[in-house]
């Protein structure tokens, strides 16, 4: 983890084909496995300068001192997790050679166990208060209904969805591009404190580790492979989020986005994914679950437009009452007339529409009652 | 017209077996065709109430007064057109029976040529200041473009619809549930002066007819056959608008909506559309047209990200740059060992780096360039 680049498949498929010790053993020899490196450009179809990567490799050897991350993470309060261990979640094989070696946690959640329901909220660092609003609510929604919410802990739309899920009963994941000690940035240390209680710290870097703009992209795989989809509150047309959204549909996750203002710069990446059918238009904490959940679990309630007394009636009741003046009255045959209704159906009809409060009869014929 | 309500389909039949002026005709003597009531069940599969329907048409014959209606009409400046008319819009044609007997026209525009390139836009009344914003921008937009913008002469959105149209060039139709010369609401009396001048209203009632909730219902078939396609801005749940994009659907008519704030009772209607796929998500002019336009003419320009200069590097290049420390500087060695590259390399990508400005050489080691 120290030698290679978070996500680099060609240790990815040395630590595959040869296992951790033997893989760090070839790299200290300065020798790959014989066919190993014919074997990588078969299959790529093309040659890979292997020789290269495994002097960049050494290079680092020097620096690295396991041991001392080890105690240090000890010293923290973080574990490691490796594939294999009780903890790991083995969704992230999905991620093939991008397999991240082995991932640092701080906190009281159990990884495994807390993403088996999981859903992931990104978005603009930069966001506006209605994108702030909005992934706060679906995160409260989704915690209070048992969902753990993962998200990078950057300023905006993550930290919103984290600061929801602590609202609600549910844990809740900060997947780190620096080491769970960094946890950048400084001014959600506050949030980090409450995810180290409730939720957990997840980073591929050891401790001390500083991000860099790679590790904020290569992370995203990350958040996008450990949870059952991804759902962008807000995304300007060049936005971190939209990369985790294109891991999820690399990895058959479920993408959902959701809709704003056409005027909003930060909702442009939104209304792509969903005009390119990348993404699932999503509106409330239901319509997610019932997007994310197994299918036929959770059916999200459709939007239901209110029944108006008005709707009970029959089609030529409509017409009558339609037909009924507001202010002065009408006789039953001008009524009939203007309905396109005879006038003995007319005239039952008006019997049952003021017995129900829809008319009366005045001196000067009838009308419609005030209330109606 | 006047004698069977908007819409009737069994008067559209009538009409399409025997002619208006045979019909008419069976209808004063009391007497449907031989045989036409029973081809009509046949059709239906199931017995309809002709007789009482006739009766219903004939109890309004003693009011009619076609010569006065002409005549009225043409003191308003109003005109008649029935199809086979050189102005009739054969694409009403679509409704089947349900195809209006005749339309009033009163404006500039001529209502067949006008509708060949056309959109409607249409939403709530009682629309929020997002929608009358967009709703206008839409329509000024697609109006410089040519395309004549339909409506329903409502407040709210179907007003700043006109509106946005007459800031543009094209034309713009206002289909009324009332007279021509009513033209209700009476508040949007100015924009109905400036669409005489430039456009059409158009309605299936005679003059001095007055709007009824039925009729506003009938009406909105008109909007959608009348255009390539409709677009809603903004709709509650239980919104006028979503009716005439239900015709839109029905006839085979484009269907868009406007995606708008998740927190707005405004906007449920638009993203169940955009959710059921019976819409698709719309957000720009462009969008609009090359939805309705013919297939491969006006392809609407993707959102473009802006390219920054970082990304014209190649892959290494960003590794060492990102390995460069802003402030202090690092040695060659150093900054090879952090990016993973060799330090041959590293050293010729620093001197390109360098000439084109993002990395400098201090007494202190490489840094980054402040402007950078």
């Known amino acids: 983890m120290r030698i290679a680049d978070a996500g680099d498949p060609l240790m990815g498929q040395l630590v595959a084909r040869y296992g951790a010790e033997e893989a760090l053993a070839?790299?200290?020899?300065?020798?790959?496995?014989?066919?190993?490196?014919?074997?990588?450009?078969?299959?790529?179809?093309?040659?890979?300068d292997c020789e290269r990567r495994l002097a960049a490799w050494r290079a680092r050897l020097p620096y690295v001192d396991a041991e001392a991350d080890l105690a240090r993470g000890e010293e923290l309060g973080a574990r490691l997790v490796v594939p294999g261990d009780v903890e790991w979640p083995?969704?992230?094989?999905?991620?093939?050679?991008?397999?991240?070696?082995?991932?640092?946690?701080?906190?009281?959640?159990?990884?495994?166990?807390?993403?088996?329901?999981?859903?992931?909220?990104?978005?603009?660092?930069?966001?506006?208060?209605?994108?702030?609003?909005?992934?706060?609510?679906?995160?409260?929604?989704?915690?209070?209904?048992g969902w753990t919410i993962v998200s990078g802990g950057a300023y905006g739309?993550?930290?919103?969805?984290?600061?929801?899920?602590?609202?609600?009963?549910?844990?809740?994941?900060?997947?780190?591009?620096?080491?769970?000690?960094?946890?950048?940035?400084?001014g959600n240390h506050g949030l980090f404190e409450g995810m180290r209680a409730r939720g957990l710290l997840v980073s591929e870097c050891p401790p001390g580790v500083r991000p860099t703009r790679i590790r904020f992209l290569v992370r995203n795989r990350l958040i996008a492979a450990l949870t059952r989809g991804t759902v962008v509150v807000e995304a300007a047309i060049r936005s971190g989020a939209l990369s985790t959204a294109g891991?999820?549909?690399?990895?058959?996750?479920?993408?959902?986005?959701?809709?704003?203002?056409?005027?909003?710069?930060?909702?442009?990446?939104c209304h792509r994914l969903i005009r390119r059918a990348e993404a699932v238009c999503v509106t409330t904490t239901h319509e997610v679950i019932e997007l994310m959940a197994a299918i036929g679990d959770d059916l999200s309630p459709e939007p239901r437009a209110p029944v108006l007394p008005r709707d009970r009636l029959d089609a030529e009741s409509r017409s009558i009452l339609e037909a009924v003046p507001s202010r002065s009255?009408?006789?039953?045959?001008?009524?009939?007339?203007?309905?396109g209704v005879d006038l003995m159906t007319t005239l039952s009809h008006?019997?049952?529409?003021?017995?129900?409060?829809?008319?009366?009869?005045?001196?000067?014929?009838?009308?419609?009652?005030?209330?109606?």
Chains 1, 2 share one sequence.
């Open 157 to 186: 739309i993550d930290a919103a969805a984290h600061r929801g899920a602590l609202a609600g009963v549910a844990e809740t994941i900060a997947v780190l591009a620096c080491g769970t000690d960094v946890a950048y940035p400084a």
């Open 329 to 339: 009255g009408a006789g039953p045959a001008t009524i009939a007339v203007s309905a």
């Open 90 to 145: 083995t969704q992230l094989d999905d991620l093939h050679h991008e397999r991240p070696l082995g991932l640092w946690l701080h906190g009281s959640a159990d990884l495994r166990f807390a993403c088996l329901r999981s859903v992931s909220i990104v978005g603009s660092r930069a966001a506006t208060p209605y994108g702030v609003h909005v992934a706060a609510e679906l995160a409260a929604g989704l915690s209070e209904a």
């Open 350 to 372: 008006l019997g049952v529409l003021a017995a129900a409060g829809y008319v009366e009869r005045t001196d000067h014929g009838w009308r419609l009652r005030r209330s109606t």
């Open 26 to 48: 070839q790299v200290r020899e300065g020798r790959l496995g014989p066919g190993f490196v014919a074997e990588i450009a078969a299959r790529r179809g093309k040659p890979i």
């Open 247 to 269: 891991h999820a549909v690399k990895l058959s996750r479920h993408v959902a986005a959701v809709p704003g203002p056409v005027t909003s710069g930060n909702s442009i990446g």
